[in-house]
């Protein structure tokens, strides 16, 4: 019989005190690529301890970590430091899940229909478009 308990799984590799975060976000698999998870820094998606975080920023353990992906926030703890992409199940040991739960979808009836510009109306002016633009990025509400 060994010590360790059968729940625990394998045991995770052993890692750097600090990594980019980029490298992280992929080794966890929260991102798909790590051109994705870089991405995703430069475009302020991503927060490390409440603070926009650039691609090179290190993360280490008892980090605070949230990714906006896919219209969904991920607020993670790093909990293991990793740099090389391993199985899921070891995955999801390096980090604690901390998103709150989904809010219930609001009634159909509270979202307007888009703005439409009338017909022969002409071109949209340069205001017309940063507020199309606005709309489409923050939404209505």
Same mark, same amino acid.
């Given at each position: ?5 059968a ?10 005190p600090s990594?980019?975060i980029?490298?992280?976000?992929w ?6 690529t790590?051109s994705?998870? /870089? !991405?995703a820094?430069?475009g302020?998606?991503?927060r490390?301890?409440?603070?926009? &975080?650039? #691609?090179? +920023?290190?993360?280490? @353990? ?8 896919h ?9 293991h430091?990793i740099?090389?992409r391993?199985?899921a199940?070891? /995955? !999801?040991r390096c980090?604690t ?8 979808? &609001?009634? #159909?009836? +509270?979202f307007?229909a @888009?703005p ?9 002016t340069?205001r017309?478009r940063?507020?199309?633009?606005r709309?489409?990025?923050e939404?209505?509400?």
């Open positions: 019989m060994t010590d360790q308990p729940a625990a799984g394998p045991p995770l590799p052993q890692g750097p990594t980019r980029d490298k992280w976000l080794a966890v698999r929260l991102v798909k790590r994705d998870a /870089a !991405q820094c430069r302020g998606h991503v490390l301890n409440d603070k926009p &975080a650039k #691609p090179a +920023a290190a993360v280490s @353990p008892g980090d605070e970590v949230r990714v906006r992906l219209g969904t926030t991920r607020v993670v703890e790093v909990a430091v740099e090389k391993v199985g199940p070891i /995955a !999801q980090y899940d901390n998103t709150p739960a989904p809010t219930t979808a &609001a009634p #159909p009836q +509270a307007a @888009p439409r510009r009338d017909r022969g109306a002409g071109r949209p340069k017309d940063r507020q199309m633009e709309l489409r990025r939404g209505p509400f």
